[in-house]
T-cell receptor
């Protein structure tokens, strides 16, 4: 079992819709959770982080964490074509900042 | 703001050649990391340095060495390049504890 699992996609949504990206992790001791966006040929860019159970909102983005279910998600409201990218889920475990990345979900927003 | 700077951006090597990838950050971060990214594999940690003077192996360290030259700089060396090391290499840095990592623009390395 992979430590951090994501569906590679592509996930296609129409412009203006809500995109829902999901991630599960295996280590119950995981402490911090990050979402990165990566455009093709570019480096990962941090868009959200969440440490506690519940929701965290930042503009059109909402991160959701459920530690009991070992599940973290990213919602993108009013999706735009510029949101088309690969979204990487990253999970931090342990005192030395070990971060494990999922393979990423490719999102396509259709105009 | 430069952030994390990687050099070179592109490199082509022949099998058996050696080279060093350079990384420098100007954010006063303690921790630095080297990752490789391959299609279908995601980002995999090669080596990391939790603080100046310390380095530790990550998930895929074989064939690589690192040097934490000072707080700003963390280099990755390929002593004898192999085609399996063809990849995109990213350097990242972060503050201690549970803070997120900031990435450089990457080095695209091809080994023939």
């Amino acid at each position: 079992q992979k430590e951090v699992e994501q569906n590679s996609g592509p996930l296609s949504v129409p412009e203006g819709a809500i995109a829902s990206l999901n991630c599960t992790y295996s280590d119950r001791g995981s402490q911090s959770f990050f979402w990165y966006r990566q455009y093709s040929g570019k480096s990962p860019e941090l868009i959200m982080f969440i440490y506690s159970n519940g929701d965290k909102e930042d503009g059109r983005f909402t991160a959701q964490l459920n530690k009991a279910s070992q599940y973290v998600s990213l919602l993108i409201r009013d999706s735009q074509p510029s949101d088309s990218a690969t979204y990487l889920c990253a999970v931090m475990t342990g005192g030395y900042q070990k971060v494990t990345f999922g393979i990423g979900t490719k999102l396509q927003v259709i105009p | 703001n430069a952030g994390v700077t990687q050099t070179p951006k592109f490199q082509v090597l022949k099998t058996g050649q050696s080279m060093t990838l350079q990384c420098a950050q100007d954010m006063n971060h303690n921790s630095m990391y080297w990752y490789r990214q391959d299609p279908g594999m995601g980002l995999r940690l090669i080596y990391y340095s939790a603080s100046e003077g310390t380095t530790d192996k990550g998930e895929v360290p074989n064939g690589y060495n690192v040097s934490r030259l000072n707080k700003r700089e963390f280099s990755l060396r390929l002593e004898s390049a192999a085609p399996s090391q063809t990849s995109v290499y990213f350097c990242a840095s972060s503050r201690p504890s549970n803070q997120p990592q900031h990435f450089g623009d990457g080095t695209r390395l091809s080994i023939l």
